[in-house]
T-cell receptor, first 116, second 113 residues
Framework: AQTVTQSQPEMSVQEAETVTLSCTYDTSESDYYLFWYKQPPSRQMILVIR??????QNATENRFSVNFQKAAKSFSLKISDSQLGDAAMYFCAFRPSGGGADGLTFGKGTHLIIQP | NAGVTQTPKFQVLKTGQSMTLQCAQD?????MSWYRQDPGMGLRLIHYSVGAGITDQGEVPNGYNVSRSTTEDFPLRLLSAAPSQTSVYFCASRELAGVGEQYFGPGTRLTVT
């Protein structure tokens, strides 16, 4: 079984600043996928970014990038030039890559507040 | 493409009642799953299916039943509702293999009194 830990229940950042959300995980799997999901007040789950563990290069999607440290089992999300629309709950999630039948294991989430 | 659809959006049940949460997807995905989200928690896997006729239990299956008679539909049944089942329920689908994006439905907020 795997666990995902998000140690920051809440983070606050000024608009246009940069913020980093932390995520660590524990697994005995050697190959897996990692994800960050955004959940705004509408409660819709939106995929922000994904990382395949076998890839050394950190994933980026526009203003969103990750710092993936496989040995440390760390997967942080950096949001640059924060915008009011980034305010939401952010969930880190893990899925083993073998077999395909595994569901996602989620952390408890970080509530991101954007100060205007 | 409608993506993943769920009905109803809101539901109030009395303890002991039964009901079915509906989920459908139009992306021809083999893999479908149900999660519940409780306050202060991430989503937890209830049941999943890797294709029509095949279902299996996730992390928190007790009190729930599923079936998968078609690729498109994956209903979740509450057999005898309990207050502990008050939660927001999400259905999701994805391709079975690879790092394919998991698409989520809009969720159903269920309250059991």
């Amino acid at each position: 079984a795997q666990t995902v830990t998000q140690s920051q229940p809440e983070m606050s950042v000024q608009e246009a600043e940069t913020v980093t959300l932390s995520c660590t995980y524990d697994t005995s799997e050697s190959d897996y996928y990692l994800f960050w999901y955004k959940q705004p007040p509408s409660r819709q789950m939106i995929l922000v970014i994904r990382q395949e563990a076998y890839k050394q290069q950190n994933a980026t999607e526009n203003r969103f990038s990750v710092n993936f440290q496989k040995a440390a089992k760390s997967f942080s999300l950096k949001i640059s030039d924060s915008q009011l629309g980034d305010a939401a709950m952010y969930f880190c999630a893990f899925r083993p890559s073998g077999g395909g039948a595994d569901g996602l294991t989620f952390g408890k989430g970080t509530h991101l507040i954007i100060q205007p | 493409n409608a993506g993943v659809t769920q009905t109803p959006k809101f539901q109030v049940l009395k303890t002991g009642q039964s009901m079915t949460l509906q989920c459908a997807q139009d992306m021809n995905h083999e893999y479908m799953s149900w999660y519940r989200q409780d306050p202060g928690m991430g989503l937890r896997l209830i049941h999943y299916s890797v294709g029509a006729g095949i279902t299996d239990q996730g992390e928190v299956p007790n009190g729930y039943n599923v079936s998968r008679s078609t690729t498109e539909d994956f209903p979740l049944r509450l057999l005898s509702a309990a207050p502990s089942q008050t939660s927001v329920y999400f259905c999701a689908s994805r391709e079975l293999a690879g790092v394919g994006e998991q698409y989520f439905g809009p969720g159903t907020r269920l309250t059991v009194t």
